[in-house]
């Protein structure tokens, strides 16, 4: 199972993507569970919920150093979305950006 | 213009980003979320209260002081509510027991609230006290973390339960905290609260004048420009203002009173910002028209979002970051609708907000009920969506035809490979 979260700053223009991206997964056939939170709900979710990688709207990109800083004990790659494919809400990108990842922590 | 495009994202925005990443900052913004459903729930005692049919306002009149319980009741006390989300999210920012934290603010924030008789004076536990919510839950919190730092706390043996353990390494830190506010407020006798309030009060003043409001306006979309999320960047600083005016308009309509703010919470979001900031709802509009495919295909994507608000397909997908030619109308825009609003309701031709109502509200609709029914909002609102249109309008031609253009150029070296299609 894939965990993936999305965060932007209210978590609303990241669900609009989440949808995109859960029925790319369908149709792949990938195992994923894939949400958007705020910016504020990122730290208890996470103390709640495994995930393997954190992906931020690039309008939040800024919040990167700095989470990458508090969440450096846990094992979570964090890396920001794409303009271009958020813009357009290419979830097979995203996605496919996601799998990545985390395949490259493994 | 390379210049210009240098100076916003190596001068501009890296310290406006630092600043809205401030602990303090971040910690007032996420703990005025508590607030919120307070400030909404109150909000719809109040539109319901006033809906504008003459038959339905003549039969609730003699309920008026009932319903207006409800609204005392939320927005009355957001300075309460407010410093328990500080003192909460600050704490948990320095991984402290959160809802201690949230306590010891509380705890502050009443002391500051006693008048010189001694009396609880709960008249500023609206959000004319908010900004001395603010402060006392930064101060109240910074003193524990003060003695758990140095761990000057009264520990108990393990196995007693967490919850009994916490509230004893609370212990010092609270009575230091009740003992240092009562020894400035009571012996001393001086007026924290209305201190700070004086402080504050040229922002607030600011604010709610026509250059504060271009200004704060103008920093939203420069952000946004560079692809920073401008809004929540300076929430913190400008969020407690607008809530705090919102409350004091919501609570002068409830009493029929004159209403002393205009760019209470939701002016910008509402009035300006309409179909997202830079009022990109008509640009979706003409993408949905237009003859490229690429436009229109983003037009179909972002039309859902827009109409509640959310432009981020826009924003990045036209896109308008660091795009020259967009940016002149997304900055514009804005300011002209900020004017030209400022202007209505300072005449009083258009309402003022009284009510708080998610940002995510479509225009028209949106603002109809944030000036608690005032159709001639519904109309504004409606021909700022005319007037950004007639604005975006020459801009976008230039950018679809380069659009065109190139969608152009893309067919002819497709069709050179491959000819039967």
């Known amino acids: ?54 992906l931020l709207g690039p309008q939040v990109k800024f919040m990167k150093e700095q989470l990458e800083e508090r969440l450096s004990n846990k094992q979570i790659t964090i890396d920001s ?26 | 213009m390379d210049k210009f495009m240098d100076f916003l994202q190596n001068k501009l925005i890296p310290p406006l980003t630092k600043i809205g990443n401030l602990r303090y900052l971040l910690a007032v913004r996420n703990g005025l979320v508590v607030t919120l459903p307070a400030i909404i729930a109150g909000s719809i005692f109040l ?17 008026e002081d009932m319903i207006n319980v409800a609204v005392s009741a939320s927005f009355g006390i957001i300075s309460l509510l407010a410093a328990i989300g500080i003192g909460y ?15 010891l ?10 008048n010189n008789k001694f009396v609880l004076d709960t008249s500023s536990f609206d959000s004319s006290g908010l900004f001395t919510a603010i402060i006392s839950a930064i101060l109240a919190t910074e003193i524990y973390r003060f003695f758990v730092k140095r761990n000057i706390v009264i520990r108990l043996p393990e196995g007693v339960p967490p919850a009994v353990s916490n509230s004893f390494i609370s212990l010092i830190p609270a009575i230091t905290v009740l003992f240092l506010f009562w020894l400035v407020r009571v012996p001393i006798g001086f007026d924290i609260s209305a201190f700070i ?55 002068a309509y409830a009493h029929g009173d004159p209403l002393p703010y205009i760019t209470a919470s939701g002016f910008s979001s509402l009035f300006v910002n309409v179909g997202g900031t830079g009022a990109t709802l008509t640009l979706v509009l003409l993408m949905l028209r237009s003859r490229s495919k690429t436009y229109k295909e983003l037009g179909k994507v972002a039309f859902p979002g827009a109409c509640f608000e959310i432009n981020e397909p826009v924003i990045f997908g036209f896109p308008i970051i660091m795009n020259p030619l967009m940016m002149i109308p997304f ?84 069709n050179s490979i491959n000819p039967s299609i």
């Open chain 1, 1 to 54: 199972m894939n965990t993936i979260m999305l965060v932007c700053a209210a978590g609303m223009s990241t669900s609009l993507l989440v949808t995109k991206m859960q029925r790319a997964a369908k149709e792949k056939g990938v195992d994923a569970d894939i949400f958007a939170v705020s910016a504020g709900d990122v730290d208890s979710i996470l103390e709640k919920k495994v995930i393997d990688v954190l």
């Open chain 1, 81 to 106: 979305i794409n303009m271009q494919y958020y813009g357009m809400m290419n979830g097979e990108k995203v996605l496919e950006q996601a799998l990545s990842l985390i395949e490259k922590k493994s």
């Open chain 2, 47 to 63: 539109i319901i209260g006033n809906i504008p049919i003459q038959a339905w306002l003549d039969f609730i009149k003699p309920y």
């Open chain 2, 89 to 103: 999210e600050l704490s948990k920012s320095y991984s402290l027991d959160a809802i201690s934290g949230g306590a």
């Open chain 2, 105 to 114: 603010a509380l705890m502050a924030f009443i002391i500051t609230q006693f």
């Open chain 2, 197 to 251: 309030e004086h402080i504050f009060s040229p922002l607030l003043f600011a604010l709610n004048s026509l250059p504060g409001i271009l200004i704060y306006t103008l920093l939203v979309s420069l952000l946004w420009c560079a692809g920073v999320h401008g809004d929540m960047t300076l929430e913190g600083v400008a969020d407690p203002i607008f809530i705090q005016f919102l409350t004091a308009n919501a609570l």
């Open chain 2, 331 to 414: 900055i514009v825009v804005p300011l002209i609708l900020a004017t030209l609003s400022y202007i209505l309701m300072s005449v009083g031709i258009v309402g003022q907000p009284v009510t708080m109502v998610p940002w995510t509200m479509p225009p028209i609709i949106g603002p109809l009920m944030a000036t608690g029914w005032d159709w001639k909002a519904g109309v504004w609102s409606a021909i700022e969506i005319i007037i950004a249109l007639f604005i975006y309008f020459p801009f976008f031609k230039m950018a679809e035809k380069q659009m065109l253009a190139s969608e152009k150029s893309e067919e002819n070296i497709a």
